[in-house]
């Protein structure tokens, strides 16, 4: 049995710094390092150049901890998630890396994306590197997307800033959220050197958009996770604000699907309660980066 501190895809990074290929993971986990809020998936999804993603596929199932699953062959025996049935190589772990406490989160099945189908090329995609393959708490790592860096005052809003984080004025009420969860299971072992990376936002969107407008009907599973992804990511990075949009454009190939996309976007109300004499509770609806939040910015 291993601890939770041991890192269970030790042995995939070494692989693809044998083959000089960086370690690029994309999907449900990357978009959780992007300030999203959303499931911690145990698949793990991951940029491979095209001309080596049969030998990098073929080194790990040569470690015996990894089944190529055959879903054409075979599609009723694994349960795979919807979008995995797209990629190009579909790997099952055949090895559990921690005790029993911790199985239910260590990552399980193995994703490999070409960068024709993904839309990504590996030697050009601007990164940002991340501590691990997933995590335990959402964070923003590419910290210039935050929508309230500029605020200084009880209306700072937006994700929940990572331990270490170097944005100069989060409010000391502004809870920090730690990079690693204690018992929760490491891809990534702290003494290895190898990074890991997941693209910019705005090359992440990119590729997003592409698979919505052009995979409909050929890859429905990426195409519907990766639109879920684009709504996920514009509701907890506040993309349709106009300081947030205006920057995000200007970076996007794919700059008027986002622009309609945004302008159409409708944001789930939020409202806070508070007990007025005579009336009881009474609902008022804000909008949290108003400054300062009251019941006049409601609407």
């Known amino acids: 049995e291993k601890s939770a501190s041991v890192g269970g895809m030790d042995h995939v990074l070494d692989i693809l710094r044998s083959h000089q290929h960086p370690c690029i993971i994309l ?30 596929a073929a080194k790990l199932v040569e470690t015996n901890r990894w089944e190529r699953i055959d879903l054409g062959l075979s599609p009723v025996s694994y349960t795979v998630p919807h979008s995995a049935n797209d990629a190009e190589v579909i790997l099952r772990k055949t090895t559990v890396d921690h005790d029993s406490m911790y199985t239910g ?34 964070v923003l790592m590419e910290e210039k997307w935050h929508p309230a860096t500029e605020r200084t005052n009880v209306s700072w809003y937006g994700p929940c800033p990572y331990e270490n ?3 100069q004025n989060i409010p000391e009420w ?20 190898t990074p890991i990376f997941v693209p910019s936002l705005p090359n992440y969107l990119d590729a997003l ?17 990766s639109s879920w992804q684009i709504r996920n990511l514009t509701r907890y990075l506040y993309l349709e604000l106009s300081h947030q ?6 970076e996007l190939e794919e700059y008027e699907f986002m622009e309609e996309y945004l302008r159409a976007f409708v944001r789930k109300p939020r409202f806070v309660y508070n007990n007025v004499p005579g009336l009881g509770f009474v609902a008022t609806r804000i909008r949290e980066w108003d400054l300062p939040i009251s019941p006049d910015s409601s609407r």
């Open 27 to 56: 999907g449900c986990n990357a978009h959780r390092w992007m300030g999203s809020t959303g499931m911690c998936s145990r698949t793990c999804d991951m940029l491979i150049r095209d001309y080596q993603l049969e030998s990098i």
């Open 105 to 138: 989160f260590e990552l399980n099945m193995l994703c490999l994306w070409s960068e024709a189908t993904y839309r990504i090329q590996v030697d050009d995609c601007p990164t940002i590197e991340v501590p691990d393959f997933h995590c335990a708490n959402n």
């Open 165 to 167: 984080s170097t944005i």
């Open 174 to 193: 502004r809870t920090r959220q730690p990079l690693f969860t204690k018992g929760y299971p490491r891809g990534k072992s702290p003494s290895h050197n």
């Open 209 to 225: 958009i592409y698979h919505v407008t052009h995979y409909k009907e050929s890859r429905r599973g990426l195409s519907s996770e």
């Open 245 to 250: 949009q205006l920057p995000l454009l200007i």
